[in-house]
């Protein structure tokens, strides 16, 4: 199932908040999509968003393997990577 634009705001909602336990209130309230978590220096890509001490990146998994995408039409999951420091 693709990132709609409510799926879009909640994401916005919740890790605008800044809250610590942000992972688990977005695959609480956003169970329909894949979600994975690393530390952003993982990731070498250049985030779709970014909020206070997240990246996030979307991922297409409609084919063969799993794939960062920057369109939200394309996502089925996202990627929640933490920042740490400046």
Known sequence: MALS?????????VLSAASE????????????LAWTRCDA?????????RYGG???H?????GHC????AEPA?????LLAR???P
């Open 5 to 13: 634009v409510e799926d879009l705001g909640t994401l916005d909602a």
């Open 21 to 32: 336990d942000a992972f688990a209130t977005l695959r609480r309230q956003l169970p329909h």
């Open 41 to 49: 220096s993982d990731v070498a890509e250049d985030p779709f968003r």
């Open 54 to 56: 997240f990246d996030v």
């Open 58 to 62: 979307l991922l297409d998994g409609s």
């Open 66 to 69: 799993v794939r960062l995408t």
């Open 74 to 78: 394309d996502a089925t999951g996202v």
């Open 83 to 85: 920042r740490v420091g």
